[in-house]
């Protein structure tokens, strides 16, 4: 938990190393990018040999985050000793995409994972989880707090972006009080809302808008089970034009915000590696669980899986099929 005493023990762990390596989870949003570039400026600034490793390449609209340009795809990192290894955002290793490289690295350093995922399990030697944050940067905004950590313009940038990320501007049932209170001394420390605002909110581009109009067309309404479903095929974007994770971004929170007719919202997504990405939201209903089943996981009304198959278009919605 993130306690006092679990702040101390990790900042210790983290002031005695030499060499850090930061893992935010693949794929990565405004959560795992800021929480990543956020201990990346306090790591650098202490001297400390830091490396940030992402599965996949940063989102080209968190490219205004700095320190973003230091995340690496590079597997050969997974090579080197660390002192310290620190997941982000992640409730295991196989969200955070490393579980068959992390035993590459040799014995000897600690394990650290922050995260606010109530499906999170314990994997690390320090585990600073908290399901009741808004998201990771909350919990890393109060472990730089309880350690008098000197938050500067750019860090507090970073971990502006992770709070409004994870509760859609103050929109969604993670905004409590105490996230409100984090993103107003991140402000107060100098954090650039204008460029999230900008490159986050006011960045659709014509191809995401036409994305946008496909899925709204494809939905699919079940009142029996209060499900509301909708769809995107590998073929929709044949010229590699749209990034397809860029365009089909906020769209399940979109729905979940306009939208009284349904209990759960799906999105699924098709991917070029033979697998289906499924986003669930919901106000009302537990969705981790359903995500869980299916080999994902997340938070309670946002949470999201990946399965091997295709999207088949039937009368009655589309399904995933082997």
Not at 131 to 149: D, G, K, L, M, P
């Amino acid at each position: 938990m993130g306690t006092p005493l679990a702040f101390a023990q990790a900042f210790e762990t983290i002031r005695s190393a030499d060499r850090v390596l930061l893992l935010p989870h693949k794929k990565p949003d405004g959560d795992a990018a800021g929480s990543a570039t956020a201990l990346f400026g306090w790591l650098e600034r202490e001297g400390k040999d830091v490396t940030i490793f992402c599965r996949d390449p940063l989102p080209s609209q968190l490219r205004f985050l700095n320190h973003g340009h230091r995340i690496v795809q590079d597997e050969s990192v997974f090579d080197a000793k660390y002192d310290v290894v620190i997941a982000l955002d992640s409730g295991d290793l196989r969200y955070c995409g490393v579980h068959d490289l992390l035993p590459r690295i040799p014995s000897g350093y600690a394990f650290i994972v922050f995260d606010h995922h109530p499906t999170n399990e314990r994997y690390g030697h320090l585990n600073l989880v908290d399901a009741t944050a808004s998201s990771t940067c909350e919990i890393i905004h109060r472990f730089f707090e309880a350690n008098n950590v000197h938050v500067d313009q750019a860090m507090a940038t970073s971990l502006l972006t992770g709070i409004l990320f994870d509760t859609h501007n103050f929109s969604n049932s993670a905004t409590t009080s105490q996230s409100i209170a984090a993103a107003s001394a991140l402000l107060s420390s100098g954090a650039r809302n204008s460029e999230y605002i900008r490159n986050m909110l006011n960045d659709k581009t014509i191809g995401s808008l036409r994305i946008w109009g496909m899925m709204l067309s494809r939905l699919h309404h079940n009142p029996m089970y209060g499900l509301l479903t909708t769809y995107v095929l590998e073929s929709d974007v044949q010229d590699g034009s749209t990034n397809m994770d860029d365009a089909t971004g906020g769209f399940g929170n979109f729905l979940n915000e306009v939208t009284g007719q349904a209990e759960i919202i799906m999105i699924l997504q098709e991917r070029p590696n033979g697998e289906v990405k499924g986003s669930l939201r919901s106000v009302n209903q537990d969705v981790s669980a359903i995500a869980k089943k299916l080999g994902g996981g997340g938070h309670v009304k946002a949470s999201g899986f990946t399965v091997k198959g295709r999207i088949q278009v039937t009368p009655d919605g589309p399904k995933i099929v082997n």
